[in-house]
């Protein structure tokens, strides 16, 4: 079954620094990697996904993503912060030769400091 | 709007007592997915509705649980004699699945909130 590990609760990053939002997954095949953004009291927004092609995926916002498969990682990562970015942020994998479920991380919480 | 629409967005209840929540998914997806979210946790896959099929469910979905799509679109998710460890943020997503390896993304609601005394 598919797994996402992200292993550190909250992020703290001053504003205009880097942000990097660190995941890595278990998956049997090749895996298909989303990224979703969640603020308090709202749904899930999704951000950017990996299928296939170039290993680094532009998403919304600013974001981008780098997929390592030697390393089994799909790390999040914005060149400048923005307090607007403070919230919570989803890893997900899915086994695209498997089953149509989602498998999400714990999340981690972003705290970009003014 | 046409994103995603769950009611209610919270649902106070006590144990015992059953509930129901609905979900309305983005007009032309045909894929529909349940997810339970608890505190400090990512969501968990409950189950997944291939326009009015239920085509899968997770072991997470006990006898207490069901959920339907009767006419391919809007779904209801029920629970029966509700226990306190029901008490979660319960997520639909909607999806349009085009081909056999759909690269499909699920677009989520806000989620109904449910507290059980």
């Known amino acids: 079954a598919q797994s996402v590990a992200q292993p550190e609760d909250q992020v703290n990053v001053a504003e205009g620094n880097p942000l990097t939002v660190k995941c890595t997954y278990s998956?049997?095949?090749?895996?298909?990697l989303f990224w979703y953004v969640q603020y308090p009291n709202r749904g899930l927004q999704f951000l950017l996904k990996?299928?296939?092609?170039?290993?680094l995926v532009k998403g919304s916002y600013g974001f981008e993503a780098e997929f390592n498969k030697s390393q089994t990682s799909f790390h999040l990562k914005k060149p400048s912060a923005l307090v607007s970015d403070s919230a919570l942020y989803f890893c997900a994998v899915r086994d695209p030769e498997g089953n149509n479920r989602l498998a999400f991380g714990k999340g981690n919480q972003v705290v970009v400091i003014p | 709007d046409t994103g995603v629409s769950q009611n209610p967005r919270h649902k106070i209840t006590k144990r015992g007592q059953n509930v129901t929540f609905r979900c309305d998914p983005i007009s032309e997806h045909n894929r529909l997915y349940w997810y339970r979210q608890t505190l400090g946790q990512g969501p968990e896959f409950l189950t997944y509705?291939?326009?009015?099929?239920?085509?899968?469910k997770s072991r997470l979905l006990s006898d207490r649980f069901s959920a339907e799509r009767p006419k391919g679109s809007f779904s209801t998710l029920e629970i029966q004699r509700t226990e306190q460890g029901d008490s979660a943020m319960y997520l639909c997503?909607?999806?349009?699945?085009?081909?056999?390896?759909?690269?499909?993304?699920?677009?989520f609601g806000a989620g109904t909130r449910l507290s059980v005394l």
């Open positions: 997503a909607s999806s349009l699945a085009q081909g056999r390896l759909a690269k499909n993304i699920q677009y």
């Open positions: 509705f291939q326009n009015e099929a239920q085509l899968e």
């Open positions: 990996y299928i296939t092609g170039d290993n």
């Open positions: 998956v049997s095949g090749n895996p298909y």
